[in-house]
């Protein structure tokens, strides 16, 4: 069967334990995003019938008093299957096993990334925004890495000539520098998927940086500067706000 021989490739070349982290960050994602909708939901008709008696069903986690939010449970679930995975380097299936639970405690710590980054409740205002932003460049690394590709390239052969190994630490170093630049100017997410896939860090290298950015305040003169305002604009943000919010829910302004 097609599929079969699909999934064997993964086992044959290493890769079973990525495509299952990446499997349940994504259902773990979903899910929990459904569940944090449906409660906000049940909080609105709340405050519109104020008489209202809870009927039961999702609601927030309190223990002691103290609402627990899911990014506690993923932050557990990650330590969790790291320490087991460290100390005991399992075989299959149980590597798998904790793979799926490494990928479903990224997605709930990473659903709550604006919340460890501003130190405040603002899942559903404009700043939660970050954690969508947080869980696209998780997905996209674990798909990249589901992909075989190394940020090094293949090893260079032994037996190679100097001019050979020279090109190779060469091409290495260019490469990483392409990052580094897509880091000066303002473009996280291309920079790390750049150091993965070395195209996708050369494009962002020599596109206009965000005019925030490090490089765009100290090198651009005010024409360039303008053009990257005007590229990096506000129906840029607005583009950008409307995916986050189709992933995420709409937020309270």
Known sequence: MIVMDWYGDLVDTGRAQAAWMLFA?????????????????KHREAKK?????????????????????HQVWGILMVMLSGLLYF????GSPWAEILAVMF??????????????LYLDDVYWGPEGRKSIDAIMLGGVLGAVLLMQTSPIGAEPHRTGSGI??????GGIAFHLAMAVICFLKGKLSTGLVGIVVPFVAFVGAVRLAKPRSTWAVRRYGERKLERAQK???????????RVRDKLGGRVSS
């Open 25 to 41: 960050f994504f259902v773990t994602f979903s899910v929990t995003r459904v569940i944090t909708r449906r409660i906000r939901a």
């Open 103 to 116: 990928g479903a405690g990224a997605a709930l710590t990473l659903d709550e990334f604006a919340l460890w």
């Open 231 to 241: 590229r990096f604009g506000k129906s840029y943000t607005q583009r950008w706000n």
């Open 49 to 69: 019938a104020a008489n209202a008696e809870d009927e039961g069903g999702l609601s927030d986690v309190y223990i002691g008093g103290i609402h627990i939010h």
């Open 87 to 90: 100390r005991y380097t399992p």
């Open 164 to 169: 050979s190994n020279w090109s190779y630490f």
